[in-house]
């Protein structure tokens, strides 16, 4: 079959983009019409067909480059002989060659030399990523993507995350549907030209394409799938055409017991995604039972190993509130804080002056962080996470304020900041009424500061009882970094900044 | 005295982060053995920028009667006092920096300082007397000195570098200049204005090597148009001096008469004695190489700036003494912000990233949208329209790789183009922003809006039209 290839347009071009086809494989074109529009060096080119025929495999797909000679298409002129996927297309293909007979695939070599093919992966972001969970897509099937652009979200344990297209192409089939549940490295899409391509090259690559389930019937655009999965852990059905289920006989005995039904069930652990009887529990949601979020588990998992293993000690003190009440009322208005922001940046004024508290447990070795790093545990729907306040003590109030918010919204909205990099979490639930409570370690930080309620409470000076505001803060430190000494005053040094908090003002910073 | 940080060298460079250092809590210690501020305060961007703003008045008054301003006598140019206010200038922003180093309690050796074994810099006073500084930390920010061409007559009243040339007493009447790169094309630039009548020189096949050629070609119209005489891809093959005039023979077999000659090919690093080998540091063809971290081989040395051979511009020297120091203090940095490029000629000529022959050199698939400034309302209205905005595209990923800028203060304008392409953004986010009008940054917008086929304020763009090749296999 005759090839056409990229002109010299110009004297300066190299190369051409694609930006469009005009014709679709299969479509017939005359001598001169146009086939494609390409960007170029000089400017846009409209790239004319040199024969009449009917267009072929198209060998550079929208958004790709070409350099000057390189074959852009393969053009057929004895008829629409080229194995196009698309029932409509070939349909279309079919009228337009007049009634001659469609022939069908031309053959195994043409089928042979399969499409571009390229998988969109899980990606694994960080050492301890295992799988992740698709949340959106924000592309359909079927549309063109460009390299670059943000086609999915989803979530890990520690956070959610947009995945980028690798490459340009389109979008021909979604494997892991929202809610779905994949390992790492695994494919999530396929960008190419056309189906049969993916197919070939799922049943050429099947070590990666075992979490592939066989889509519905054969011809249906995959988008169309009837019943989109809602359940957490689903990936796809596991349904055969025949209407039985792929599962373990242990997997049946169990899920009768558990009144489970394993259509709901998509791919399972085993072979092709065979329900086995450890994936029957966790789809089990009629016994009221569910599998843990991620961020349930990693809390479960950093939580346990904290109270377990760092000999936690705790101390508490109260505060005459009233000073700091005062001092956020003039600051209120001009820096737009709150009274949280107040306590961490006089928390930031400490650990600057008591290196111990911004250091850090690594094996036997005691590690001083260069900078100030303040977590806040801020809660979410199911769970809470640490955003971090870097250098926190080289911050104006107002800018710990800016941060905060700013730290506190993309944390609510999925994304977690300076993960990791804190020394020390000031925990606040003094919004909620609680007096005080003690809170565990953060790991691998060394401290935590748990706020109370400002509260009013009868208050003893001088031999005699006026009513008053005070504030109760428990620090819960780890006795391997730090000693009941230091840090009484560490919590001494936090009450004095905190009753004369004249000392914060913005004045008073170096 | 022992210190956290020593810095040898207080140009550009080293008096950043000495001030970097010292604002970060370190005690530091700089070392100069002759004026503060370097190169480019004392023989570089300032004092050149000086003489260029008279010659840029003198050329704008001589297009006066075009804006109606007429003048009753001809504008006369008084040397001695153009060159006493470009020393006021140099003398002013001196005693700044001593002022900063001071304030921040950074102790200044006056001195000539070199390495003497780990952790010591043995500097040598003014006065002669000797003295020993000790540092966990060293950042040598040494700088460059104008290159000379070995074999050719040594007369610096004719023969001179930009050291020399900054400070003429009497300006010549016919120069030569040796090498069409930023400072020669400046200097062209200024000579011309104050009617010297100027020749360059260049071997290399266009004016500014390191720049878009557009850029060059575009200023070297403008030259020759104001009577500067260009020789491209032309050596100069001898130079003889003969009773304070010189003569040069060109490799196109021509021969110049002039009364100085300017030197403008290049800088070579300050990095000979300076005690590189007593820690076991080597150069490479003079330069220090360091990674992106601004760190030498040698766990503890910094070396920042001309030294180092990666970007021979002041303000990049800057940035890689804050890298330097913030590295040296623990913190993780990388010097990898796009530089931007500027030449104070009139009209300014400015770039950030990739030109069209670097974007070719590295086959990325690229488009290009260009703006002429005649186009450009506030051009005309400031009666200079020469010059144009050229914006380059990744045709496949869309993202903005190079700003190419010749006109009317462009080098103003180019610093949006650096945040732009510091942040990675799509050409199309460019033609997106809303820029001021009138301004001489529109044209930024509009070459974008032209790489995208989109500009509104130009004719539309031609499409180009081609057959594709065919290529029958044989059956």
């Known amino acids: 079959m005759p090839t056409i290839r990229m002109p010299q347009a110009g004297k300066a071009v190299q190369s051409g983009t694609v930006r469009r086809w005009l014709k679709k494989p299969g479509d017939k074109v005359e001598k001169g019409d146009i086939l494609a529009e390409l960007d170029t060096e000089e400017g846009f080119l409209e790239l004319e067909a040199p024969i009449p025929g009917w267009l072929g495999r198209i060998l550079v797909a929208e958004g790709q480059t070409a350099a000057v000679h390189a074959a852009l298409a393969a053009i057929d002129e004895t008829g629409p002989g080229h194995k196009v996927p698309d029932i409509q297309q070939q349909q279309s293909a079919d009228q337009a060659s007049a009634g001659e007979p469609a022939k069908g695939p031309t053959g195994t070599a043409d089928g042979a030399a399969a499409g571009k093919v390229i998988p969109i992966l899980m990606p694994k972001a960080g050492q ?82 075992d979490v592939q389930a066989p889509q519905a019937a054969e011809g249906l655009p995959p988008a169309k799938s009837t019943t989109p999965p809602t359940a957490v852990g689903t990936t796809a059905s596991t349904v055969l055409e025949s209407g039985r289920v792929k599962a373990s006989p242990a997997a049946r005995k169990l899920a009768a017991q558990r009144g489970v039904d394993l259509h709901g069930i998509a791919a399972g652990s085993g072979p092709g995604g065979r329900i086995l009887s450890a994936d029957v529990p966790a789809a089990g949601q009629s016994a009221g039972r569910r599998p843990m979020s991620r961020m349930r588990k990693a809390i479960a998992r950093a939580l346990q190993q904290s109270k377990q293993t760092i000999p936690h000690f705790y101390m508490r003190l109260t505060l005459s509130a009233e000073p700091m009440l ?40 005691l590690v001083e962080l260069p900078s100030v790093n303040i977590g806040i545990a801020v809660a979410v729907p199911d769970g809470l996470v640490v955003p971090v306040v870097i250098d926190a003590d080289r911050l104006s109030l107002q800018e710990i304020a800016a941060q905060t918010k700013q730290l506190v919204e993309a944390a ?80 001494g040094r936090l009450k004095e900044l905190l009753e004369d908090p004249e000392q914060l003002a913005p004045s008073n910073e170096q | 005295m022992h210190f956290d940080i020593a810095v040898v060298g207080a140009g550009p460079g080293g008096y950043v982060a000495a001030l970097k250092a010292a604002q970060m809590g370190a005690s530091v210690a700089i070392v100069e053995k002759d004026h503060l501020g370097g190169t480019c305060l004392n023989n570089g961007c300032i004092p050149s920028k000086a003489l260029l703003a008279s010659a840029e008045l003198h050329h704008h008054i001589q297009h006066a009667a075009e804006m109606g301003i007429e003048l009753s006598a001809a504008a006369g140019i008084n040397w001695p006092k153009i060159q006493a206010r470009k020393d006021k200038v140099v003398q002013t922003l001196r005693n700044g920096i001593k002022g900063l180093l001071g304030a921040r309690r950074a102790s200044l050796y006056q001195g000539c300082g070199a390495l003497d074994g780990p ?20 950042i040598l920010a040494v700088g460059s000195v104008p290159s000379r061409i070995p074999g050719w007559p040594d007369d610096p009243s004719v023969v001179c570098t930009s050291d020399e040339a900054l400070h003429w007493k009497q300006l010549p009447s016919r120069l030569l200049i040796v090498g069409g790169g930023v400072v020669g094309c400046e200097f062209a630039c200024m000579m011309q204005a104050f009617g010297v009548d100027v020749t360059i020189v260049e071997m290399l096949p266009q004016l500014l090597p390191n720049m878009d050629a557009d850029l060059a070609m575009a200023l070297a119209r403008i030259f020759t148009k104001r009577g500067i ?107 990898d912000a796009p530089v931007p490029n500027c030449v104070y000629t009139f009209p300014e000529v400015a770039s950030v990233g990739l030109s069209s022959q670097d974007a070719k050199a590295q086959g ?74 009138p301004t001489m940054s529109e044209s930024l917008k509009e070459a974008a809006e032209d790489a995208l086929f989109m500009g509104l304020h130009l004719p539309p763009r031609k499409v180009l039209r081609a057959t594709a090749e065919l290529e029958r296999t044989p059956p």
């Open chain 2, 119 to 138: 952790g010591k810099i043995a500097v040598t006073r003014t006065d002669g007397s000797p003295e020993m500084i000790l540092a966990t930390k060293i």
């Open chain 1, 412 to 491: 609510r909205g999925g994304r977690i900041q300076g993960m990791g990099q804190g020394s020390f979490t000031i925990t606040n639930l003094g919004m909620a009424g609680v007096e005080e409570f003690a809170a565990i370690i953060n790991p691998p930080e060394v401290a935590i500061l748990a706020i109370g309620a400002v509260r009013e409470a009868a208050v003893v000076k001088d031999g005699t009882v006026r009513p008053g505001k005070v504030m109760t803060v428990t620090l819960s430190a780890d006795h391997r970094a730090v000693d009941g000494m230091l840090a009484a005053r560490f919590l």
């Open chain 1, 326 to 365: 005062a001092f956020y009322q003039s600051c209120k208005a001009r820096f737009r804080c709150s009274l949280n922001d107040v306590v961490v940046l006089a928390c930031a004024r400490v650990i600057r002056e008591f290196p111990a508290f911004r250091s850090r447990i690594e094996g036997d070795e």
């Open chain 2, 229 to 335: 005489r260009i020789f491209l891809d032309t050596k100069v093959e001898d130079l003889a001096v003969r009773d304070g005039r010189a003569t040069a023979t060109l490799g196109n077999g021509q021969s110049i008469d002039v009364d100085r000659v300017l030197v403008a090919t290049g800088r070579a690093p300050n990095t000979a004695r300076i005690g590189l080998e007593s820690v076991g540091l080597s150069t490479d063809r003079g330069f220090l190489r360091v990674n992106d971290r601004m760190e030498t081989p040698v766990a503890g040395y910094y070396c920042i700036g001309d030294a180092n051979g990666r970007c021979l511009l002041a303000h990049a020297a800057s940035a890689q003494g804050v890298v330097a120091v913030e590295n040296a203090l623990g913190r993780h940095r990388r010097f």
């Open chain 2, 364 to 437: 990325l698939p690229v488009s290009i949208g260009k703006f002429p400034l005649s186009y450009l309302g506030k051009a005309l209205a400031a009666n200079d329209t020469d010059g144009f905005a050229k914006v380059l595209r990744h045709r496949e990923t869309g993202r903005l790789v190079g700003v190419h800028m010749i006109g009317h203060n462009v080098t103003e304008c180019i610093a949006a183009a650096g945040a732009l392409l510091h942040q990675k953004v799509k050409v199309e986010e460019v033609a997106q922003t809303v820029f001021a009008h």
């Open chain 1, 128 to 209: 301890s990523m295992e799988e992740g969970t698709v949340i959106q897509w924000r592309v359909q099937v079927g549309s063109m993507i460009r390299k670059g652009d943000v086609i999915l979200e989803i979530e890990t344990d520690k956070a959610t995350m947009e995945v980028e297209a690798p490459a340009s192409g389109r979008l021909a089939r979604i494997v892991v549907p929202e809610g779905g549940v994949l390992p790492v490295l695994k494919p999530l899409a396929y960008l190419a030209d056309n189906d049969a391509d993916v197919d070939a090259y799922i049943a050429a690559h099947g070590s990666d394409a």
